[in-house]
């Protein structure tokens, strides 16, 4: 199995409607990531958490929510959807405490229609 | 000036030829450094990892990194068309409360 799941892998949705996306990992590590990637424009981090009380903004994290439910779940949260939201999402993991590497999802590639 | 930045090609060579991905960042405090891999529509999935000055190798890759100037280097020997993807240099600063900061990426083409 996975280390790091996404669920949907892919979903397609109106403008205005809510929609979460949901990460969970089994690698025990207490930081975790969520990122969007536009085609051409890297990766894009939009909020994190170094544990589960931790909870912090990113560089474009405008238009999005997360909640840390657990320490093996992160979700990440479109109140209402727009279409430049179209994106490919990734959830990410890391040890922290210096260990940086960080381990990816598989993806949910969003389309707001 | 970005943080972080990459050429973003694509860098055509050929089989079996060197490929060589270059990095440069602007945070002097920079202290860890990644180079992910990343095959169309998939996930970012990590190469090498280099935190002191010089090369580490492991297998057909090797990576350099020169903190004195700022930059860090991939090169793939013997490449193959299967390295062709999309190649992302990643640093992480304690400046920044350890947060990893990617390039755009850079892609590479490995002509047969």
């Known amino acids: 199995d996975a280390d790091v799941t996404q669920t949907p892998r892919n979903r397609i949705t109106k403008t205005g409607k809510r929609i979460m996306l949901e990460c969970s990992q089994t690698?025990?590590?207490?930081?975790m990531y969520w990122y969007r990637q536009d085609p051409g424009l890297g990766l894009q981090l939009i909020y994190y958490?170094?544990?589960?009380?931790?909870?912090n903004k990113g560089e474009i994290s405008d238009g999005y929510s997360v909640s840390r439910q657990a320490q093996a779940k992160f979700s990440l949260s479109l109140e209402s959807a727009i279409p430049n939201q179209t994106a490919l999402y990734f959830c990410?993991?890391?040890?922290?405490?210096?260990?940086?590497?960080?381990?990816f999802g598989p993806g949910t590639r969003l389309t707001v229609l | 000036q970005k943080e972080v930045e990459q050429n973003s090609g694509p860098l055509s060579v050929p089989e079996g030829a060197i490929a060589s991905l270059n990095c440069t960042y602007s945070?002097?405090?920079?202290?860890?450094f990644f180079w992910y891999r990343q095959y169309s529509g998939k996930s970012p999935e990590l190469i090498m990892s280099?935190?002191?000055?010089g090369d580490k190798e492991d297998g057909r890759f090797t990576a350099q990194l020169n903190k004195a100037s700022q930059y860090v280097s991939l090169l793939i020997r013997d490449s193959q068309p299967s390295d062709s993807a999309t190649y992302l240099c990643?640093?992480?600063?304690?400046?920044?409360?350890?947060?990893?900061?990617f390039g755009q990426g850079t892609e590479l083409s490995v002509k047969p």
């Open positions: 990410a993991t890391s040890v922290g405490q210096g260990l940086d590497t960080q381990y």
């Open positions: 690698k025990g590590h207490d930081r």
């Open positions: 958490s170094f544990d589960v009380k931790d909870i």
């Open positions: 945070d002097r405090g920079s202290q860890s």
């Open positions: 280099i935190y002191s000055n």
């Open positions: 990643a640093v992480t600063s304690y400046n920044q409360g350890g947060k990893l900061i």
